[in-house]
C-alpha cells in the first residue's frame, strides 16, 4: 500500500497554472509546488508536465531546476519522473559516481521482471547505451580480482526472470548447498553462486534460502560478510536480502544507515521514500515502527529540515 | 526481402476447412497441406490455427503431428509457430540436446534486441523457465574450463543492446586491441571479449570489427579457430560472423555445411529456410547463387525428397 495521498480528480492545467504562479513574483512559494506535487500520482504528474510544456512551451522540469536547489531540487527531480525513467537515472548515477553500486542492485532484484525491462528500455532512450553495457564497461576487466563482482551486477540487471509459484524442492535442496559452499569456502564456486542469483526465479530463490536456513543452522547472510566485505560479497550480501524481503532491507539497510550516518545520506533518504511511496511505503512504515518503535516520519524529520524535508513528509502521507 | 508467396486475401475457415479434408479419408493429402501452409504468411497461419480450433474444437498442430511425420512434420511444425515462439522451440530443443549451441548463438546476436525480448518472453511461458536460466545451468559451473563459454552463451541471450547509428570510434580502436590481445593470447583476456561481444551494440560491435582488420591486415575471425576449436571458441566465432553479415553466416555456415554433410544435416536446413524465408530469404538466395553459381533451390533440392522437400520449395518461392 502507498502512503502518497492524492485526489482522485485534478486538473492539469490549473495545476500548471498554480505551478506558474509558484515560480513566478518574489521568490518561489515552494509550499505550493509541495502541495501539487506532493499530492498527485505518477500518472497525473505525466499529465501536469505535458499540460505544463503545452501551456507555457517551457519544460516544468527544467524550470524546477532553476527554481528550487539541493535535496529539495534531488527529490522533486526523482519523483516528477516516471517511475522507470527514475530508475534509470539512479542507475546512471550509481555507475558515474563509480559507488552505490547497491542501487543496481536493488533495481535489479527489487522491481519485477516487467519493471526492471521498463528500467532497461528508460536507460538505453536516454543515455544510448544499455543498462548492463554501462555496468558492465565500470565494474568487469581492469581489476581481476572484480570479476565475479562484475559478473554478478550484469546478471542482475541482464536477467528476465520466471515469474510464479513453482518450486523445484530438488533444485532448492542442491542449490543451497552449492551456496553454502561458495560462502564457505570463500574464493571457489563463485561462478555457480553467481548462476543461481542471477538466473533463478525469486519463488524459486526464497526456497534456496529457506532451505540454507534449515540444513545449515542460519540464514544465508549470516556470515557473508564475515572477513570479506569487499564489493562483490557486499552485492551478494544486498541481493540475497533484497530477494528475500525488500521491506526489511529497506529499513535496516537504507534508511537505518542513512539516519546513523554523521551527516545523514540524503540520496539513501530520497530514494526509498520516491520509490516507495506510491508502491508498498505504508507497509514498510508499519514494519519500521514494529522494528524501532518510532514512526518513520519522526525518525526522518529528525534528520532533515525545510522544504525537503516537508516534500518527504508529505509523501510519506502528511495531510497538508 | 522475403521468398515467401502468399495471398492477400485468404478465408481463414476455408483454409481450415480444406485442411481439415486433408486429414481426413484415406491417407493424408500432403499436397493440399502444402499448398495452404506453405503460402500463407506468420499472421494468416495464426489465424487457421485459431479458425481450425474454433470450428474443430481440435489444435490443428496437434492433429499435423498425428497425420505427418519426419523432416515434413518437423518443418512445418516449426513453420507454423509464430517467430518468437519457433525461436523458443529451437533453444529448447538446442539446450535439451545439449549440442547445437550454435543456434542459441545464432537467436541471440541475428535477432533484433526487441526480437531477442519476445524469444525469451515465449521461452518463459512455454518452459516456466527463463531462457538464460536453462543455458546457465547447462553451460556454466560443473566444467570449469567451459566457464567462459557459459559466460558468453548467457551474456548474450541475456543482452538487450541499444540499437542505432552511433558509433564511438576511439571505443572501436580501443576494443578493437582487447580483442586482438584476447585472440593472440588464447587464454587471457576472455573477459574483456565477452563483455564487448555481449553488451556493445551491433553497430559499434562491427565498427570495433572492421577496426580490427584495418590495424591488423585480416579479419578477426580469420585466425580465431587456429589450434583452438573448444566451444567457447565456435562460439565466439560464429556471434562474430552473425554480427558482421549473417547472410554470409547462413549461407557459409548453415546450408553449405548442412548440404556438404554425409547425410545432410535436415535441422539446420529447416531451421534456415522456415526461420528466414518471410525476412530476408531473397537476400540470401541472390547472395547464395553469387557464391556459388548454383541456385539454393537446386542445391536443397538434390539433398533431400518428397513432401518436405516440396514445402522447403515452397517457402523459398516456388509456385505450385
Known amino acids: ?13 490549473q495545476d500548471a497554472e498554480a505551478l506558474r504562479k509558484a515560480f513566478e513574483g518574489w521568490g518561489t ?16 504528474r505525466q499529465q501536469i508536465r505535458k499540460a505544463y510544456e503545452d501551456h507555457y512551451q517551457e519544460d516544468l522540469v527544467k524550470r524546477l531546476e532553476k527554481e528550487i536547489t539541493g535535496d529539495f531540487e534531488k527529490a522533486v527531480y526523482r519523483w516528477i519522473l516516471e517511475p522507470a525513467d527514475r530508475d534509470a537515472v539512479l542507475a546512471h548515477v550509481a555507475i558515474k559516481n563509480g559507488r552505490d553500486y547497491q542501487v543496481i542492485v536493488e533495481i535489479a532484484t527489487v522491481l519485477s ?12 532512450k536516454r543515455y544510448k547505451h544499455s543498462l548492463e553495457e554501462d555496468v558492465a564497461a565500470h565494474t568487469t576487466g581492469h581489476l581481476r580480482q572484480a570479476s565475479s563482482w562484475g559478473q554478478l551486477l550484469v546478471g542482475l540487471v541482464s536477467s528476465y526472470r520466471y515469474v510464479g509459484d513453482d518450486i523445484n524442492v530438488k533444485l532448492a535442496q542442491s542449490e543451497a548447498e552449492i551456496l553454502h559452499e561458495a560462502i564457505k ?10 548462476r543461481i542469483l542471477t538466473t533463478r526465479s525469486k519463488t524459486q530463490l526464497v526456497a534456496t534460502f529457506n532451505r540454507y536456513r534449515e540444513a545449515h543452522g542460519g540464514s544465508i547472510t549470516k556470515n557473508l560478510l564475515d572477513g570479506s566485505s569487499d564489493e562483490f ?11 528475500y524481503d525488500h521491506t526489511k532491507h529497506f529499513i535496516e539497510q537504507v534508511v537505518r544507515n542513512a539516519i546513523k550516518k ?43 529540515s525545510g522544504d525537503y524535508k516537508n516534500f518527504l513528509l508529505a509523501l510519506l502521507g502528511k495531510e497538508d
Not at 29 to 44: F, M
Not at 113 to 124: I, K, Q, S, T
Open 233 to 243: 560479497h557486499k552485492a551478494l550480501y544486498t541481493a540475497i536480502r533484497c530477494f
Open 262 to 304: 554523521v551527516g545523514t545520506d540524503e540520496d539513501a533518504l530520497t530514494r526509498v521514500i520516491v520509490s516507495r511511496a506510491e508502491k508498498d511505503m505504508k507497509h514498510i512504515k508499519e514494519a519500521y515502527y514494529k522494528r524501532n518503535s518510532v514512526q518513520i516520519e519522526q525518525a526522518v524529520a529528525k534528520e532533515i
Open 113 to 124: 521482471p516487467e519493471e526492471l525491462l521498463a528500467v532497461r528500455r528508460a536507460y538505453l
Open 185 to 194: 569456502e570463500k574464493k571457489l564456486g563463485h561462478e555457480e553462486a553467481i
Open 29 to 44: 512559494d515552494e509550499k505550493t509546488i509541495i502541495s501539487i506535487l506532493g499530492h498527485r500520482s505518477s500518472y497525473q
Open 1 to 13: 500500500m502507498a502512503t502518497l495521498i492524492f485526489p482522485i480528480n485534478h486538473s492539469p492545467l
